[in-house]
């Protein structure tokens, strides 16, 4: 009993001398359950719709007061005025709006003379959550649009007619790009941050010293086999998931080529950053204990579950911040639409950008403590 006492008092003394582990230890499983309580079952606001009008009678401007009255109210969406139709397709298949609303030229007409006038609804629905959304709104929108007409003896007669922009896409095919962007993610954990804790810790940094290596290069060449690991997974997991989950032509070599510039681009910059978060820790305990934490902090904000509009404000502006959201938004164009990169080229801009900075400042803070 005195030798297993002996032990519980050395495990106890060695965490109690470790400050940041007692943090992470007692603090971050708060945060895991805030961000875990916000991130699933949020209501859908926000989205931007496309409004193509070539009727601009009297009822559609009706019709578009109602769109006014919930942007400023419920603000489930928030209409984008297009002049061309061939513009906000091309918008919405490229991701900078989420649903175009077309108002045919014979719509008056129509509603006057109670012949069965239409709009139509053009959705991306490779976002089931954001579809679900949008449908239900413009469902209730025109059922109370139907409810007022123009004047009693006008009935409108209104109904909605859903296009939708692709073949049905099922959870698991959204849920593949997170879980590529989590394979990276797990990949520059092991190799980004415990064995360079590991080798840490048992000296084998100061060893590398020895040798004619310099420290920028050192820490470089860190990175840059943590990178090809993490590259290697990512592309295995993309070709098989995207069998599994039935992606059309998921061998197809344009997309596969476009695919791998992304899982580089990726894979730098989560290796750089995973550097970034290590490069000053000292106790192997520390990466061990955090990477759980920090996987929520950065997985379920990203929007890889669950749409980023069903997030309360303070998540939204983590979610501008996390390397996984631009990730995950790249890989969902890639995947589902086959989108060309220009399509993705904000988000490969961002984690290029990240990762230079990353490893920039991981080899400054590198210098500093060896």
């Not at 609804?121 to 579809?131: G, H, K, S």
């Not at 090809?228 to 997991?237: E, P, T, W, Y």
């Not at 681009?265 to 204990?289: E, G, H, Y």
Request: proline share 6%; aromatic share 10%.
């Amino acid at each position: 009993m005195k030798r297993t006492l002996a032990i519980i008092e050395r495990d106890m003394r060695r965490f109690m001398r470790s400050p940041t582990l007692i943090v992470v230890s007692m603090f971050l499983p708060i945060v895991q359950l805030i961000v875990l309580g916000y991130a699933f079952g949020g209501k859908i606001k926000e989205l931007r719709v496309g409004i193509v009008d070539q009727d601009r009678g009297i009822p559609t401007v009706k019709l578009r007061e109602m769109f006014g009255a919930i942007a400023a109210n419920a603000r489930t969406f928030t209409t984008v005025d297009y002049t061309d139709l061939s513009q906000a397709n091309t918008d919405l298949r490229e991701g900078r709006i989420n649903g175009v609303l077309t108002i045919p030229p014979d719509f008056s007409r129509r509603y006057l003379t109670q012949d069965k006038p239409q709009v139509a609804l053009i959705e991306d629905n490779t976002d089931n959550f954001a579809v679900g959304g949008l449908e239900g709104s413009f469902s209730d929108l025109v059922a109370a649009y139907n409810q007022r007409g123009l004047s009693p003896r006008v009935p409108s007669g209104v109904t909605l007619s859903v296009v939708e922009l692709y073949p049905y896409v099922p959870y698991i095919q959204y849920l593949l790009s997170g879980t590529i962007v989590l394979a990276i993610y797990i990949s520059a954990m092991i190799g980004g941050g415990i064995i360079y804790i590991d080798d840490k810790a048992r000296g084998l940094h100061e060893g590398y010293l020895l040798t004619p290596i310099s420290k920028t290069e050192l820490i470089l060449g860190f990175i840059l086999s943590g990178s090809i690991k993490a590259s290697l997974s990512g592309m295995v997991l993309t070709t098989l998931g995207s069998v599994i989950a039935g992606i059309p032509h998921p061998l197809d070599p344009v997309r596969l080529a476009k695919l791998f510039i992304l899982i580089v681009i990726t894979s730098v910059a989560l290796i750089s950053m995973m550097f970034l978060l290590m490069v000053r820790v000292s106790d192997p305990l520390v990466p061990r204990s955090i990477f759980g934490v920090l996987n929520t902090l950065l997985y379920f904000p990203s929007g890889a579950v669950y749409p980023i509009y069903g997030f309360p404000k303070w998540m939204r502006v983590m979610a501008k911040f996390d390397p996984f959201t631009y990730a995950v938004h790249a890989f969902k164009c890639l995947l589902l639409k086959n989108t060309p990169l220009v399509a993705i080229a904000g988000d490969l801009t961002y984690l290029a950008l990240f990762g230079i900075v990353s490893m920039l400042l991981a080899t400054w803070l590198f210098r500093r403590t060896l």
